[in-house]
Structures are given as structure tokens and as C-alpha cells.
């Protein structure tokens, strides 16, 4: 307990007494010094007491989930904070994600955690706050895509009756595929569904959508396409009050049908889209309404040819109890055999144009396989080869005359050039004369006395030395010999 202060009018014995005649007693009580532990026990009573169910409302920052499922945060504005816990069991119960940045309400009781001495919010539900401003941006996006016309009625365009293959977009992990599934395949077991995976929630849904349905009317494998989506809060179809999604079906070449949360839950992508379903699961109705009335008339037609049969059935039994017993016998016989012979001539009508259509088979088989043989390559490739073969064969020819021309050409320049050789008149008796040097000799006067010379013969050489030279006049080459020049001797074969 803090101390209490006591005052009471005094007379003042001094010029330095205080002027207000007041004077403060020491306190009857003593000191209570409190245990931290108390203390703070005692101020989380106190303001439990007090603040025991409160509203805040701020930004929730640092936002920070345990392993144990606990949530811990952050509760701001611009002025103050507040340490906010949410256990497990309240957080299940949580219809969105939180985290930083999201404005919010918290409900719970101000506390304080003691082993820190800090009070803090034990929440025990959590709403979002800017509802409000989502469904402002909301309207105005949708006003300014109708105004440009996008959700003018002459644009939609209709379903196609028969669809064979159905392009759905959607979380592949969700209730909502197993659902269309489940109807798909219980309506129209025939129908084929293309499944192109994406997020339905989060910043990056609505890029993905836009991509997904780019990709199937590219493809060109779906006959339409179907946009899904569970259901959720205004924050959770925020991907599908997009401009870029809305854009995206506006410029599929396919109908798009959306199929976005439930009944009550409207978004931007329901006025773009060409059909609008309440729910998934409704879409897959839609979609196969068109088979399943067919199945059910053709169930109907056959309950009410089976009833007729019936009917006309007990009626020739009636007639026929009443008909003698000789009559029918013979309506039966004549009957049997009008069946037997229309019988026997559509058995031979069949033949005959099972036959016809054989024979045009097997004709138009012949053709095909004509066609293909004179489009064989092996074919071509034989015919080719015998052109080339015949090439090589006339190649040889001419090489063959080329070569025994060249031949006998080479013979007789061979004949000539052996006719003008050296050597052949060598072979007449003729020899060669050779200085020493190798230069050939013609006249006596290119030798003097003591010159070595080379004779050559046709079947060898004969080396010489020159003794003497003599010099013929024209009338000794014309055969009469002359006196040999003073000085001179005649050339003397060397040993």
C-alpha cells in the first residue's frame, strides 16, 4: 500500500516555514513492499477484472504462427501496440489467413503474460476489417467494365450442346474437382475433363487464371471451359474481382462458364463469363443437361415401349384363347413362313450387299496400293539403279574405245618417234662422236692431235685418242681420197 499523507494547520516558528501553514506528518503505516511476482499478479487481476471482453481494432504486424498452432502478432496503429495471442483452438476457427499489413478486429480479454510483466490481448475471435472498401472497389470496377460493354448479353455466346471434352480451372487439391468429377461422371460418363491447375487464392491467382485459360484456347483440345472456385470470404474471391480475370474471359475463344463460391457470392468474373453457375457442382449440371435429358427420354420412351409391348402382348394372348385351336395353328404356320422368307430375302439382300461393299473395299485397296507402289521409293530406287548400271556399262565402253584409241595413237607416234631417233641410225653403221666434254663432234677441225674422243655405237661405246686429222675436200666426199695434210696423222683406235 503506498503511504498516506497527512496535513493539519500549524503556527510557523521560522521565516523559512512554508506560507500554506501546512505541514506533512510521517504516515501511522508502514511500508509494503510487494513480491514482483504479486505485483504483477495482482495488475493482471485487476485489468482482467476490467477489461475482461473488449474490441480493438488496428494492423496486425510481425505476425508469427507456432508449431503448437498458437498465433502470435502484432496489433498497431500510429500511435501504440499491443502483443496479441490466439490459441489453437480459436485460431482453427479462423475463416481467413491473417497476416502482416491486414486490418482487423479482435475480440478477448486484456492481460498480462507475467514471466514478462507485458500486457497483452488473449483474442478469442478475429474478423477482417475493409470489407467496405473491397466492395467500393468492387462496384466500381464492375460499372466501369460494363460500361465498356463487357457485360453486354449480345457477347455471350452459347453453350455448345454436346460438349466431348470440358476444360476446367481450378485448385487441384480442392472439394471443388471432386465434386464436378463426381457429377460429371454420374450425368455423362462420356464427357471428357481437362484439368489445368492453379491458385485460386493469393496475389498470384489471378495471373495464373489468366494464363491457364490462354493455354486451353491455345490448345484447342476443350470444347469449353469452366472457371471454379470454392466458396469463402470477400478477401478470398478477391482473385476472381479482378480486371486481368475478367479480360481473360472476354478474350477466350471458348465459352467460359464461372462457378465461384456459392449461390449468394457474386464476383466480377460471373458478369464477364458467358454462363454463370451458383456452385462447381451446379456447373457440371449445366453443363450435361443436354445428355442427361436425352438419357431420361430415352428412358422414358423405352418404360413406355417396354408397357406397350406388354399391353399388345396381353392382348394377342386374349385374342388368341378366344381364336380355335385350328385357325391359330394356321395363322401361326403362314405367319412363320412370311417371316422365314422375309428372312431369307434380307439374309440375301445383306450378302449381297456386304458383297458390293467388299468388292468396293478390295477395288479401292488395289487403287491405294497402286498408288503406293508407284510412290515406292523402293521402286524408284531400283529403276535408278538400272539407269545406272546402264551408264556405268556404256562408261566402260567409251573408256574401252578411248583407251584403245589412245593406244594405237601412242603406237605410231611411238613408230615415228623410233623411226626419227639416233639410235636407229646408229643400228645402220652410223656412230656418234663425243669430245671429251660430252659435246658432239661434227667437223675435224673441232679435234686436234691428243684429244681423247667417245665413239658411240648402237650396242656400246669406244673410247679413243686422236693421233692425227685430216680434212676432205669436196672431191674426197665424193669419193676419191685426198693426201693427208702435212702435220696431221690419222686418229688410231686407243686400246
Not at 496503429?77 to 496479441?84: C, F
Request: proline fraction near 6%; hydrophobic fraction near 40%.
Amino acid at each position: 500500500m503506498p503511504e498516506q499523507l497527512h496535513s493539519s494547520p500549524v503556527i510557523p516558528h521560522d521565516p523559512f516555514a512554508p506560507q500554506l501553514d501546512l505541514t506533512f506528518e510521517e504516515s501511522r503505516y508502514g511500508r509494503r513492499i510487494w513480491p514482483v511476482r504479486e505485483l504483477v499478479a495482482q495488475v493482471r487481476e485487476l485489468v482482467e477484472q476490467e477489461y475482461g471482453d473488449v474490441w480493438v481494432e488496428g494492423e496486425i504486424s510481425n505476425y508469427r504462427p507456432a508449431p503448437s498452432g498458437h498465433v502470435y502478432f502484432t496489433l498497431k496503429d500510429a500511435d501504440a501496440q499491443l502483443p496479441i495471442v490466439l490459441f489453437r483452438r480459436q485460431a482453427v476457427l479462423l475463416r481467413f489467413r491473417p497476416e502482416d499489413g491486414l486490418h482487423v478486429l479482435v475480440r478477448g480479454r486484456v492481460s498480462v503474460y507475467e514471466q514478462r510483466g507485458q500486457m497483452q490481448l488473449v483474442a478469442e475471435t478475429m474478423e477482417p476489417v475493409g470489407a467496405g472498401s473491397l466492395q467500393l472497389a468492387f462496384e466500381q470496377l464492375k460499372e466501369r467494365l460494363k460500361a465498356e460493354g463487357l457485360f453486354d448479353a449480345d457477347r455471350k455466346r452459347p453453350l455448345p450442346t454436346f460438349p466431348r471434352t470440358v476444360g476446367i480451372v481450378t485448385s487441384p487439391t480442392g472439394a471443388v474437382i471432386r465434386d464436378f468429377l463426381n457429377i460429371v461422371s454420374r450425368r455423362h460418363s462420356g464427357l471428357n475433363v481437362l484439368l489445368c491447375p492453379v491458385s485460386v487464392q493469393g496475389e498470384s491467382a489471378p495471373a495464373e487464371i489468366e494464363a491457364a485459360m490462354a493455354e486451353l484456347n491455345a490448345a484447342a483440345l476443350v470444347d469449353l471451359i469452366v472457371l471454379a472456385r470454392g466458396g469463402g470470404s470477400l478477401e478470398d474471391l478477391a482473385a476472381f474481382n479482378t480486371e486481368l480475370v475478367a479480360r481473360a474471359i472476354v478474350a477466350s475463344r471458348l465459352p467460359v462458364v464461372s462457378a465461384i463460391g456459392h449461390e449468394t457470392d457474386f464476383t466480377i468474373a460471373d458478369f464477364a463469363a458467358d454462363l454463370r453457375a451458383p456452385t462447381p457442382s451446379a456447373a457440371a449440371e449445366l453443363i450435361t443437361e443436354a445428355q442427361h435429358k436425352i438419357a431420361e427420354h430415352l428412358a422414358a420412351q423405352s418404360h413406355r415401349l417396354e408397357r406397350a409391348a406388354r399391353f399388345q402382348l396381353l392382348q394377342s394372348r386374349q385374342r388368341l384363347t378366344r381364336l380355335p385351336i385350328s385357325r391359330p395353328e394356321s395363322r401361326l404356320s403362314m405367319l412363320l413362313h412370311r417371316l422365314g422368307q422375309r428372312l431369307d430375302d434380307a439374309t440375301l439382300r445383306l450378302d449381297s450387299a456386304l458383297a458390293t461393299q467388299l468388292r468396293l473395299r478390295q477395288n479401292r485397296i488395289a487403287e491405294l496400293a497402286a498408288a503406293v507402289l508407284d510412290r515406292d521409293p523402293r521402286q524408284n530406287l531400283a529403276h535408278a539403279r538400272e539407269h545406272l548400271a546402264d551408264f556405268r556399262a556404256r562408261l566402260d565402253r567409251c573408256l574401252e574405245r578411248l583407251l584403245q584409241s589412245c593406244a594405237a595413237s601412242l603406237t605410231a607416234l611411238d613408230a615415228r618417234l623410233h623411226s626419227l631417233s639416233p639410235l636407229a641410225v646408229l643400228n645402220r653403221g652410223y656412230a656418234l662422236v663425243l669430245s671429251d666434254a660430252g659435246s658432239l663432234i661434227r667437223s675435224a677441225t673441232q679435234v686436234a692431235a691428243g684429244d681423247r674422243l667417245t665413239t658411240r655405237l648402237a650396242d656400246g661405246t669406244v673410247t679413243s685418242r686422236v693421233e692425227s686429222t685430216n680434212l676432205l675436200t669436196r672431191t674426197s666426199l665424193s669419193g676419191t681420197p685426198s693426201a693427208p695434210a702435212p702435220g696431221k696423222k690419222r686418229k688410231k683406235p686407243a686400246s
